[in-house]
């Protein structure tokens, strides 16, 4: 697992990889930003600076479902890397296995295996922004690969302008620099939230990649993607709450 965490306004930030033991990869991204001189700690020196700080470990069977195993076997089948599996509508699927019954919803094919990483963003109503973003990564990744999750600029940005956290495939959000994107395009072109949102998607992603939540410091709200769907939701202090899929 990796995540990572940025207060806008005041530019700090913190992000942990290869963690196989920290219940919630974020708290310890917050003690990264807090209590050590860097931004980034990965593997070995991550889950020992996590048994110092004393954040809740378990142990790695914890992580181990039923369905993602599942899937997993269906990855390695099909040799394919998935951030975003949809069962097929029709016959087969991957290396040939049957799928009965294809879940739908609305209509359309409803991904079996949500993309793993959580992401979130907030305004205070000072209009100080932070986002946060974390992930078990792509289904059947190489050993040791880290994807754009933990990675300042890419899976997360925040500054006093906008808050933002991306998921899907990694690799298109990293050679995008989608999340510090959408904050340049704002500072440099000068577009609000929606339009910087829209632009990044259109003219920075590569076709049916990703997708992302946006917050800005003014308290618009705004998400992209070109994927199928991206499940999201938003919800503010007056009891407003709204969930989308597709
Ligand atoms: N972005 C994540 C990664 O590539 C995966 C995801 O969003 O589900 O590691």
Redesign the pocket.
Known sequence: MEASIMDGPKRRCGAVSGLTTVKNPVSLARHVMDKTPHSYLAFAGAEEFARKQGVELVDNEYFITEENVGMLKLAKEANSIM?DYRIPTLGTCGGGAAMESPIQMNGLPISVYA???VGCVVVDKEGRCAAATS?G??MNKMTGRI???PLIGS?TYACDLVAVSC????EA?IRSTLAREVAAVMEYKGLNLPEAVDYVIKYRLDEGKAGLIAVSKNGEVACGFNTTGMFRGCATEDGFMEVGVW
């Open positions: 951030f993309p793993e990483t992930t990564g792509l994807g754009d999750s899976g998921t899907g495939e990694g959000i």
